[in-house]
């Protein structure tokens, strides 16, 4: 939305190391700007000039040469998968070359009897899904976008099955990946748990493509519920929907899914998806079981929906009726977008305590609708995470700057609740400041320490989590 | 059982040092042998001399007080909890300072409403159990000795409740640990999810006291189950009985634990609890959950049982009858010492995937029967996860070595199989040549770079986990 910011000027690429490249991948090193450019903008606000190159490689073998070759050169490295992160994660604020493992997206092994499944870190996840579902299975973290799993990995995505199978910290076992120095290392196993020394698997989930790159992921895998069900609820204000969903937690329901829209996400996806929903809050909710259990969370969260005002309770129990509510779900983003065509959005990510939930969203709707800028609301809310989106016009500055001052705010309440910044989107280069808010200069020095031991020439992912020097 | 190890001869601790110590600490810094020997002794067959003093913190302050004078002074500190570690985590292979945090034992603040609670690291499991009980929550981690939860925290324990909560892993929420430099830090927060930068909790969860010393510890919660259930069913051979619990878990069914005891352990119980139970394998279970969530589970596992020879299923539904059983589980070990007075023992903790756990199981026991030590079997076998235990007279040093053979035999083919050579133990100072077999010499130097970024003069429980050298 503005000029490139000069801040991002890299010195050229050496023609050596463009060579070797060359020569080791022909047409699969690309310097021609389009694909360039396709690999340097993604969903964030930030313009910065595209990476200098970039590799499509195809197994673990080239991409331990092409960091090989970046190291040997001092050339930036930055990971690519399917390009749907939020926060300027693959942006190449100091040039290099982005190394996209899209093509590294197969299925290496699936072990249906101890429900885990080995594969490359650019299979997306409806392709794992797609897999594995003849064997009764499914992976269930869902950020919406149809992600590939190294990036889920690398930004501890999760979404919205979040609420009860956890994120990518509780569901990936085990690692391959590509250090600094080029080596492939070997992380965790297929056992479901391990006390085997420091934890490097969790280490590198979040860690945002800045410390190794993935190349192969061993996940967790669930037995497809015996039964599912889905169902909508209208509620006359979004405290009263939210209330209804800090119950259901409080009470122990093992909800599946549970998700608010407020009347501004409904409407945008009754325009693209012509759903003709009630244009007011909604819970969107899913619940996992045998039959018997399902029915019982679901009378249960009926009767705590109706004591909040919850009106227009309404189930979905075949597929296709499921799909296309969730589809409708997954849209809101780019749903949203449309209704105020030429837009970009800053969208926040705080995660709070449960209890805390109510008063998080409550006075961010408040502040929102004082300013006065478009927004809209969608929320993992029975993980006390919310994503309040600011549909801003690139051409006012002064609309970006009145929502990053509404951010700020919104951020700061939340770490006074005892929440935090980012509960699935990641720092990237939007909120390194609020990551020393939140968690403290000595815990930064910390991280500053170990990316300095692990990876000295920095060169995976620069600048972004925390500048390298405080 | 042997003379001192010569290895362990730490150089003799700067009288400035002491007087430091002695000054603020007074009779809490204690260099009295009866003392000292307590702290430098823990269940695991290592002979080492004892540390050099020993000081009981009371508070944050004063444990970054005993870790800037040791790091003044270049000497170790060992964090030091209940003292119930397996493997050697306590002990002063350098000599230095055993720092002693369970007067620091407070529930600093309870958050029943987000199934959070925040403790200082000295409480016990029990304690925060008790603690919380009225509030209708519990914490599930129970590595059966009542240990204190820092201790738990740092070497990533689990026990029989992992199958369904899951281990220190994935239940700490969030830590404050005084690092190496003295300073205070914070890690994590309330939420329930955060994309906040690398997680540097899960670093510190399983260092095993290399990175820091555990300061404050935030836990999830649970409620209390609305209905539980334990049943015991004794089955025609181990084997049956794995069998049994592989299906269980391969269902899906969400069982809370699934435990086993084979006829040596169940020997040893009945002498020390006077239980009266058949000497067979054993599967002990417990299921949670609402009346008919927990009928159901019942219903399923009975019929599995039956089909695979389980007889003589008896159920203990009140929480007497219940308490009695796990006492026995928990008194397992212990009982089955006394059975051969004065022997110590190894003992062995891998974990395998869920579908190698009978191939795993069946050819550790057929070795340990064939070199006729005595030995019994405990086993988490809802988590692929058992130990055997070698009882070994200490006068005969040619059983230790079978023990250690066995052991080794045992660990090779659980890596062979996709797991791991230690489900929850740590590795301590037993299993560091398992460590580089199982997870690689690259994973093991990024581990000690890792070490050796935040604590650079090794001075967190050194000689822990990996050699500071390769």
Redesign the interface.
């Not at 569901?171 to 600094?180: C, I, M, P, S």
């Not at 698997?201 to 599912?228: C, D, F, H, M, N």
């Not at 969903?245 to 093992?254: K, L, T």
């Given at each position: 939305m503005n000029a490139p910011d000069p801040r991002f000027a890299p010195p050229a690429m050496p023609a050596a190391l463009l060579a070797a490249l060359t020569e080791r991948f022909g047409a699969r090193c690309s310097t021609a700007l389009a694909v360039r450019e396709q690999h340097g903008r993604d969903e964030s606000i930030f313009d910065v000039p595209p990476p200098q190159a970039v590799v499509f490689a195809e197994n673990e073998a080239e991409v331990a040469f092409v960091v090989q070759q970046a190291a040997a050169h001092q050339v930036p490295v930055i990971p690519f998968g399917a390009g749907s992160s939020l926060e300027g994660h693959l942006l190449a604020v100091r040039g290099g070359i982005s190394l996209d493992v899209n093509r590294m997206n197969a299925l290496v092994s699936l072990?249906a009897?101890?429900?885990?499944v080995t594969v490359q870190p650019g299979i997306t996840r409806k392709q794992l899904n797609e897999a594995i579902k003849h064997e009764g299975l499914f992976f269930p973290i869902d950020p919406g976008a149809d992600a590939s799993l190294g990036g889920m990995a690398a930004?501890?995505?999760?979404g919205t099955n979040?609420v009860r199978y956890?994120?990518m910290?509780?569901n990936v076992l085990g690692l391959r990946f590509v250090?600094a120095r080029g080596?492939?290392?070997?992380?965790g196993?297929?056992?479901?748990?391990?006390?085997?020394?420091?934890?490097?698997t969790?280490?590198l989930?979040?860690?945002e493509g800045t410390?190794g790159v993935i190349t192969e992921l061993t996940l967790k895998l669930?037995?497809l519920p015996q039964a599912v069900s889905a169902a909508i609820c209208f509620f006359p204000s979004i405290d009263a929907a939210v209330q209804t969903a800090m119950q259901v937690i409080?009470?122990?329901v093992p909800i599946a899914r549970c998700e608010l829209l407020d009347a501004n996400a409904i409407r945008a996806v009754n325009l693209h998806d012509k759903l003709g929903l009630r244009e007011a809050p909604m819970l969107l909710m899913e619940f996992h079981g045998?039959e018997?259990?399902v029915a019982?969370q679901a009378a249960t969260v009926q009767e705590l929906a109706s004591e909040h005002g919850g009106e227009a309770f309404e189930w979905a129990t075949t597929p296709e009726a499921r799909t296309r509510l969730w589809a409708a779900r997954h849209h809101a983003y780019f749903s949203a977008l449309q209704t105020r065509p030429g837009c970009r959005s800053i969208t926040t990510?705080t995660?709070?305590?449960?209890?805390?939930l109510a008063e998080s969203i409550n006075v961010s709707v408040a502040e929102a609708d004082a300013a006065g800028l478009p927004y809209f609301i969608v929320g993992h809310v029975g993980?006390?995470?919310f994503h309040l989106a600011y549909l801003l016009d690139p051409a006012k500055p002064e609309e970006r700057e009145t929502a990053e001052r509404l951010s700020q705010q919104m951020v700061a309440r939340?770490?006074r609740l005892?929440?935090?910044?980012?509960?699935?989107?990641?720092?990237g280069l939007h909120?390194q400041g609020?990551?020393v808010d939140?968690?403290?200069e000595?815990?930064?020095a910390?991280?500053r320490?170990?990316?300095?031991?692990?990876d000295p020439q920095g060169l995976f992912n620069p600048g972004k989590?925390?500048a390298t020097q405080p």
């Amino acid at each position: 939305m503005n000029a490139p910011d000069p801040r991002f000027a890299p010195p050229a690429m050496p023609a050596a190391l463009l060579a070797a490249l060359t020569e080791r991948f022909g047409a699969r090193c690309s310097t021609a700007l389009a694909v360039r450019e396709q690999h340097g903008r993604d969903e964030s606000i930030f313009d910065v000039p595209p990476p200098q190159a970039v590799v499509f490689a195809e197994n673990e073998a080239e991409v331990a040469f092409v960091v090989q070759q970046a190291a040997a050169h001092q050339v930036p490295v930055i990971p690519f998968g399917a390009g749907s992160s939020l926060e300027g994660h693959l942006l190449a604020v100091r040039g290099g070359i982005s190394l996209d493992v899209n093509r590294m997206n197969a299925l290496v092994s699936l072990n249906a009897e101890d429900l885990t499944v080995t594969v490359q870190p650019g299979i997306t996840r409806k392709q794992l899904n797609e897999a594995i579902k003849h064997e009764g299975l499914f992976f269930p973290i869902d950020p919406g976008a149809d992600a590939s799993l190294g990036g889920m990995a690398a930004t501890r995505a999760s979404g919205t099955n979040a609420v009860r199978y956890g994120t990518m910290r509780e569901n990936v076992l085990g690692l391959r990946f590509v250090n600094a120095r080029g080596e492939v290392v070997r992380t965790g196993s297929r056992a479901k748990k391990s006390s085997a020394g420091y934890d490097l698997t969790r280490l590198l989930v979040g860690s945002e493509g800045t410390l190794g790159v993935i190349t192969e992921l061993t996940l967790k895998l669930y037995p497809l519920p015996q039964a599912v069900s889905a169902a909508i609820c209208f509620f006359p204000s979004i405290d009263a929907a939210v209330q209804t969903a800090m119950q259901v937690i409080q009470m122990g329901v093992p909800i599946a899914r549970c998700e608010l829209l407020d009347a501004n996400a409904i409407r945008a996806v009754n325009l693209h998806d012509k759903l003709g929903l009630r244009e007011a809050p909604m819970l969107l909710m899913e619940f996992h079981g045998t039959e018997g259990s399902v029915a019982e969370q679901a009378a249960t969260v009926q009767e705590l929906a109706s004591e909040h005002g919850g009106e227009a309770f309404e189930w979905a129990t075949t597929p296709e009726a499921r799909t296309r509510l969730w589809a409708a779900r997954h849209h809101a983003y780019f749903s949203a977008l449309q209704t105020r065509p030429g837009c970009r959005s800053i969208t926040t990510d705080t995660c709070v305590p449960i209890s805390r939930l109510a008063e998080s969203i409550n006075v961010s709707v408040a502040e929102a609708d004082a300013a006065g800028l478009p927004y809209f609301i969608v929320g993992h809310v029975g993980d006390g995470n919310f994503h309040l989106a600011y549909l801003l016009d690139p051409a006012k500055p002064e609309e970006r700057e009145t929502a990053e001052r509404l951010s700020q705010q919104m951020v700061a309440r939340a770490l006074r609740l005892g929440g935090t910044c980012t509960g699935e989107h990641g720092i990237g280069l939007h909120k390194q400041g609020f990551l020393v808010d939140e968690t403290g200069e000595e815990a930064v020095a910390m991280m500053r320490a170990v990316k300095a031991a692990l990876d000295p020439q920095g060169l995976f992912n620069p600048g972004k989590v925390f500048a390298t020097q405080p």
